[in-house]
């Protein structure tokens, strides 16, 4: 008989051979009824780059679809390999947009060549009209005129002021290299990273087959054990790095709040897993900016993912940002509220046990007067 259990993804899957597992938290979505136009990411302007970029989204509510229904051993093996096409079409899109931005980097190192040139032509010409003209009087004896004399310092200015302008090209273009190289560089690392993911999606599936196939019980049994004890483990490293401020009740708008704190992996939402930090803050981003949160991973990774997106990522808090921390396996993410006069933070969040209505994992929180220095803010007005 085959006992049907609840969906869990790779990374919270605990492999039980010597009791202790590492697991990790997934950040795909169900597929919602309503979706927003797809946002495609900064620099990605041609329709090569933009198609790869729709297959890249197409992969990813595919993938959602199939985490929602796996509930079976069969169920998991198809999620993980849904999981993979989705890594593979973002890889396919990285380098559709890597390709878009390398052309672009071409295009304005050749303006840069260009500019300085001119820069260089008008250094020149600034410098021979200095020297003819370095004094007022030297100028005015040599000018047939008050009017020639007017024109020639025209001239002279009108040349100081090209200078000055073609400097600020100069600089403005080489900014723009700068941030198009790195984000080159943040498309090449993200690449890597989802080849690393796909082998491993791919040993899991193996080390899923030889374990469990025969035994579909055994199955069930030990993802509810590994959910229980990830979830312990996650909490306590969370609540390590996220205390400070006083706990209060705060307003709890999730949707979810009735499957919290019992349900922790049962199935996908926005921004995560039920119940977890990234679930909640992607809910209060959908709920509040109409932003439909997909794909970004454990907490720790928001800030990239923000980055990658075209949103602004500061040290700045403001209310309806986002906060998150990098600290520990998996970081944190909080939804802020308000900001206080003295500059502290009022915010609400899930799976931190340090502000946990019942003390348990996987429930909602508030803190009042938290220090902001403990985050980033993702900003989406």
């Avoid at 010597?18 to 946002?39: C, D, M, N, R, W």
């Avoid at 400070?244 to 709040?257: C, Q």
């Avoid at 396996?329 to 209505?357: D, F, L, Q, R």
């Amino acid at each position: 008989m085959i006992i049907k259990h609840k969906t869990f993804g790779l990374r919270n899957i605990l492999i039980l051979s010597t009791a202790f597992i590492v697991a990790g938290i997934s950040g795909y979505q169900l597929l919602q009824s309503e979706k927003p136009a797809q946002a495609y990411p900064v620099g990605c302007v041609s329709q090569a780059c933009r198609e790869a970029a729709d297959r890249a989204e197409a992969a990813e509510r595919n993938a959602a679809a199939a985490a929602a229904n796996a509930e079976t051993l069969e169920g998991e093996i198809n999620k993980l390999n849904a999981e993979i096409i989705v890594l593979e079409a973002e890889i396919e899109s990285n380098q559709a947009v890597a390709a878009d931005l390398a052309a672009q980097i071409s295009e304005n190192e050749a303006k840069l060549e260009l500019q300085r040139i001119a820069l260089a032509k008008l250094l020149e010409k600034s410098y021979r009209e200095e020297k003819d003209t370095s004094d007022v009087i030297v100028l005015l004896a040599g000018s047939d005129s008050i009017g020639d004399f007017a024109e020639k310092k025209s001239r002279q200015s009108s040349v100081e002021a090209q200078v000055t302008t073609s400097t600020k090209n100069i600089k403005t273009l080489k900014e723009e290299l700068e941030s198009q190289k790195s984000r080159v560089d943040n498309l090449i690392a993200s690449a890597e990273t989802n080849r690393n993911e796909i082998t491993n999606k791919r040993n899991e599936q193996n080390r899923l087959m030889a374990k469990y196939e025969a035994n579909a019980e055994a199955y069930a049994a030990d993802a509810a054990s590994a959910r229980e004890t990830m979830q312990r483990e996650i909490a306590a490293e969370i609540a390590r790095y996220n205390t400070g401020g006083v706990v209060g009740d705060g307003r709890n708008t999730y949707p979810w709040a009735s499957n919290c704190p019992q349900d922790d992996s049962e199935y996908i939402v926005v921004g995560g897993y039920v119940c977890q930090c990234t679930s909640y803050a992607g809910w209060k981003t959908k709920e509040y900016w109409g932003i439909y949160i997909s794909s970004w991973g454990n907490a720790k990774s928001w800030g990239n993912s923000a980055l990658n997106r075209g949103y602004v990522v500061d040290d700045r808090p403001a209310p309806h940002t986002v906060g998150y921390s990098t600290a520990g396996t998996y970081g944190h993410v909080v939804w802020v509220e308000s900001v206080n006069a003295n500059g502290t933070i009022n915010i609400t969040e899930y799976n931190n046990s340090s502000s946990s209505k019942s003390g348990l994992p996987g429930d909602f929180g508030a803190r009042y007067n938290v220090s902001p220095s403990s985050y980033r803010y993702i900003h989406f007005d």
